[in-house]
């Protein structure tokens, strides 16, 4: 059988296609095929097809990561995962007549995947988004389709890109300045599009000097841990006056992370809760004394993990004199991403743990079933590796002391296998 992309392929057939008979496919198939499908290569859909066959005898197939074509699709679904990924990230609209527009180059067939985060992320604008191949445009209400255009096609600047250029140039951070690993992640095929990377030459010209001047600051500190260490604590210093949401405006201050600047485990929790909020520090509380229960049960040494939370503010609700936490909203989640982002960028953990729904909200950009998603490793949207397992504030909140146990024993398993993983 032979699949083919063009105005005469089985897809545009007018006659019906023959019915076969339905069976079922295992989900991680469907969600394997839909990142994959989305490839550049023209063979996806036959590999597809063929694994489609093989899973009809034996389903288990979809699990043996070693066969070469379960591998080969993988390898397709994780190239188009990171597409979507440089996509979100290097977009940039410019305005022109009151309308946003920005250009982009995927390399594989991401936009109408892409769309809906777009329209979430940008319901308030009307915009266009412009591909050689597809274009998409949003009017605030409704989402259309256009064929492909020209770069041409899209304003080079407008008024804002100025303020943005400053702001960028105020925050570019020397100590961190990684050439290799800057390039690996925003590729120079993108620069051209993005107003910032025309101020990259001139800000790593003075990345040294500046550099120095941030090292003279800190002469007090003998063992400064490197340029890790550096960038961290200029990170820390900038989030203890974070307005980035209202949460700021009631709680006593900001919580940030802890723990070794090279830790090789990162664990990321909810919210701080009253005890924290009072004292500075992350899981110091009952659930962080659970915590520390259950990790000196499974063998892992906290003393080499960074602990920090999704949301840096408390969020509570006053009944009398006491403060009841509450749940962080979906926009709170997403104002406080980009600290756990940094967070991450400087201590580059080998795996990072989702403690709950919000923190795995939050490192995937999205839901995640947690009864689905536990107890193997996941792919987060830059590659690296995560896990996601319960917060162990759930585990005190359960009354029936029996299935507390049970989950409580299941949380150190948890724990055992992320632990397994540094070995």
Same mark, same amino acid.
């Given at each position: 059988?032979?699949?083919?992309?063009?105005?005469?392929?089985?897809?545009? &057939?007018?006659?019906?296609?023959?019915?076969? +008979?339905?069976?079922?496919?295992? !989900?991680?198939?469907?969600? &394997?095929?839909?990142?994959?499908?989305?490839? !550049?290569?023209?063979?996806?859909?036959? &590999?597809?097809? =063929?694994?489609?066959? /093989?899973?009809?005898?034996?389903?288990?197939?979809?699990?043996?990561?070693?066969?070469?074509?379960?591998?080969?699709?993988?390898?397709?679904?994780?190239?188009?995962?990171?597409?979507?990924?440089?996509?979100?990230?290097?977009? *940039?609209? /410019?305005?022109?007549?009151?309308?946003?527009? @920005?250009?982009?180059?995927?390399?594989?067939? $991401?936009?109408?995947?892409?769309?809906?985060?777009?329209?979430?992320?940008?319901?308030?604008?009307?915009?266009?988004?412009?591909? +050689?191949?597809?274009?998409?445009?949003?009017?605030?209400? =409704?989402?259309?389709?256009?064929?492909?255009?020209?770069?041409?096609?899209?304003?080079?600047?407008? +008024?804002?890109?100025?303020?943005?250029?400053?702001?960028?140039?105020?925050?570019?951070?020397?100590?961190?300045?990684?050439?290799?690993?800057?390039?690996?992640?925003?590729?120079?095929?993108?620069?051209?599009?993005?107003?910032?990377?025309?101020?990259?030459?001139?800000?790593?010209?003075?990345?040294?000097?500046?550099?120095?001047?941030?090292?003279? /600051?800190?002469?007090?500190?003998?063992?400064?841990?490197?340029?890790? %260490?550096? @960038?961290?604590?200029?990170?820390?210093?900038?989030?203890?006056?974070?307005?980035?949401?209202?949460?700021?405006?009631?709680?006593?201050?900001?919580?940030?992370?802890?723990?070794?600047?090279?830790?090789?485990?990162?664990?990321?929790?909810?919210?701080?809760?009253?005890?924290?909020?009072?004292?500075?520090?992350?899981?110091?509380?009952?659930?962080?004394?659970?915590?520390?229960?259950?990790?000196?049960?499974?063998?892992?040494?906290?003393?080499?993990?960074?602990?920090?939370?999704?949301?840096?503010?408390?969020?509570? %609700?006053?009944?009398?004199?006491?403060?009841?936490?509450?749940?962080?909203?979906?926009?709170?989640?997403?104002?406080?991403?980009?600290?756990?982002?940094?967070?991450?960028? $400087?201590? @580059?953990?080998?795996?990072?743990?989702?403690?709950?729904?919000?923190? @795995?909200?939050?490192?995937?950009?999205?839901?995640?079933?947690?009864?689905?998603? *536990?107890?193997?490793?996941?792919?987060?949207?830059?590659?690296?590796?995560?896990?996601?397992?319960?917060?162990?504030?759930?585990?005190?909140?359960?009354?029936?002391?029996?299935?507390?146990?049970? %989950?409580?024993?299941?949380?150190?398993?948890?724990?055992?296998?992320?632990?397994? /993983?540094?070995?």
């Amino acid at each position: 059988m032979v699949w083919l992309e063009d105005a005469n392929d089985l897809f545009a &057939l007018d006659q019906p296609l023959p019915v076969s +008979p339905s069976f079922p496919v295992p !989900r991680d198939f469907i969600e &394997l095929a839909q990142s994959a499908i989305c490839h !550049r290569d023209p063979q996806r859909f036959a &590999l597809l097809y =063929t694994l489609l066959t /093989r899973l009809r005898v034996t389903p288990s197939l979809i699990h043996d990561h070693a066969d070469p074509l379960v591998r080969h699709l993988e390898e397709l679904a994780k190239a188009v995962r990171r597409d979507i990924h440089k996509m979100r990230a290097f977009v *940039r609209f /410019r305005e022109i007549d009151g309308r946003f527009v @920005a250009w982009f180059e995927p390399e594989h067939h $991401i936009v109408r995947h892409n769309a809906g985060f777009f329209t979430r992320r940008f319901a308030n604008m009307e915009w266009s988004i412009l591909t +050689p191949e597809l274009s998409i445009h949003w009017d605030g209400g =409704t989402l259309t389709e256009s064929p492909g255009a020209q770069k041409s096609d899209a304003p080079d600047g407008d +008024p804002i890109e100025d303020v943005w250029k400053t702001y960028y140039a105020s925050i570019f951070n020397p100590a961190r300045v990684k050439i290799g690993a800057m390039t690996k992640e925003m590729p120079r095929k993108y620069w051209k599009n993005m107003p910032e990377t025309a101020l990259i030459p001139e800000l790593i010209a003075g990345a040294q000097a500046r550099e120095s001047g941030m090292i003279a /600051r800190q002469q007090e500190r003998q063992s400064i841990g490197g340029n890790s %260490e550096i @960038a961290w604590d200029a990170l820390r210093e900038e989030a203890m006056t974070c307005t980035r949401c209202d949460l700021y405006k009631h709680a006593t201050q900001t919580v940030f992370g802890e723990g070794p600047i090279d830790a090789p485990l990162m664990f990321v929790g909810e919210q701080p809760g009253d005890s924290e909020d009072l004292a500075g520090h992350p899981f110091i509380g009952p659930a962080g004394q659970k915590f520390d229960q259950a990790l000196a049960e499974a063998g892992v040494d906290r003393s080499r993990a960074y602990v920090t939370n999704a949301v840096k503010h408390f969020k509570f %609700e006053q009944r009398g004199k006491r403060r009841i936490h509450s749940k962080p909203g979906a926009g709170e989640i997403e104002a406080c991403r980009w600290w756990v982002d940094q967070e991450r960028a $400087i201590i @580059a953990p080998k795996v990072t743990v989702a403690l709950g729904a919000t923190a @795995a909200r939050s490192l995937f950009g999205k839901v995640m079933a947690i009864g689905k998603s *536990r107890g193997r490793a996941l792919e987060l949207p830059d590659g690296g590796e995560a896990w996601i397992t319960v917060h162990p504030s759930y585990l005190l909140r359960i009354p029936d002391p029996v299935l507390a146990a049970e %989950e409580y024993a299941h949380f150190v398993e948890d724990l055992k296998a992320i632990g397994a /993983r540094l070995d």
